[in-house]
């Protein structure tokens, strides 16, 4: 039986984890500062070690006791505590970081590891917690894992964009799902073209599990859905699995300027393509969820939970002002 070690929460993308590491058989450590609702608490494959990853001789004390054979560590966000941990598991079979596409500098299309160029890091962002410089610190964090690699330690990252799912506490997604449930009409922005490659939960633990089991040592490993969509197919897609119908009128920046918006105030919009290959995963016998069936799933989800995702784009109010100057032209 694998010993792994899952070095963060259980909200979301460490959840799915977990579930697909007791699914292979595998013994599972949580560490973390156990602030949510554990719902592992009754497993009993599953022991949970409460503990800040900040705090150095925690981290050491729960690598000690646990000794593990695989290690996951999903809340890194700063460069230092990825170099920490991979001295803290040096020994261990395999340590996975969880970087994110927005490690990548050129909008490139596809981003390619190895290929594509990282963002750089200064050390005041390496240190800062501002979400402008998150990719800068992710990137950092990549880079810690390839020296650590050429020390002889069995680290790899895995990159995704935007993860979506059942649990996704972030409530980007859930945004779209509550209009598109709830109103005849809704504003995309843009023409609806847009792509911003998404990851669907499930696919990025199978991932992840994949490469600590497959992955080779100093290598970066994007993951995403393989049948990337526009925003209005995301749109075509939530609509059917919610069982309506829905109206989409697309507005330009132009338009949405009647409400003083812009398009980037809308989730899941970004002006370039975010575009991942996941050409290298899909080697190590990877393959991701089809967009439908990931869909129908997160919409099971969302109906059963009280997410609206309404404080993450603009409100109805400032919608119907745009609608109401678009059917006058």
Not at 217 to 228: K, Q
Request: charged share 30%.
């Amino acid at each position: 039986m694998t010993k792994a070690f899952v070095i963060g929460g259980t909200r979301f993308i460490g959840r799915h984890l977990i579930e697909e590491l007791l699914t292979h058989g595998d013994d599972v450590t949580i560490f973390n500062r156990g602030r949510h609702e554990n719902p592992f608490a009754d497993e009993p494959d599953v022991d949970h070690v409460t503990g800040d990853r900040t705090d150095r001789e925690s981290l050491e004390d729960a690598a000690q006791a646990v000794a593990p054979d695989i290690v996951f560590d999903m809340v890194a966000y700063h460069p230092g505590a990825v170099e920490h941990a991979t001295r803290v598991f040096a020994d261990a079979d395999a340590y996975v970081y969880v970087s994110s596409g927005a490690a990548y500098a050129a909008e490139e299309v596809p981003k390619r590891e190895g290929e594509t160029p990282l963002e750089p890091c200064s050390p005041a962002q390496a240190t800062d917690d501002m979400p402008e410089t998150y990719g800068n610190r992710k990137a950092a964090g990549d880079r810690a894992v390839f020296e650590a690699a050429e020390q002889g330690v069995n680290a790899m990252a895995v990159r995704p964009p935007i993860v979506y799912g059942p649990h996704d506490y972030t409530e980007r997604l859930a945004y779209w799902l509550h209009r598109i449930e709830n109103e005849e009409r809704i504003v995309v922005p843009g023409d609806g073209t847009n792509l911003w490659q998404r990851a669907y939960v499930e696919d990025v633990a199978r991932g992840l599990r994949l490469v600590a089991k497959r992955g080779t040592p100093g290598e970066a490993y994007n993951v995403g859905d393989r049948n990337a969509v526009t925003l209005d197919r995301m749109v075509e897609l939530a609509a059917r699995a919610l069982e309506t119908d829905v109206d989409v009128v697309h507005a330009s920046n132009r338009e949405l300027s009647v409400a003083d918006l812009d398009a980037e105030a809308f989730p899941l919009y970004r002006p370039y393509p975010h575009l991942l290959s996941t050409a290298k995963i899909a080697a190590l016998g990877w393959d991701s969820t089809p967009v439908e069936t990931a869909m129908a799933r997160t919409v099971t989800d969302y109906r059963e939970s009280s997410r609206t995702g309404v404080e993450n784009g603009p409100d109805r109010d400032a919608e119907e002002r745009v609608l109401a100057v678009l059917d006058t032209l």
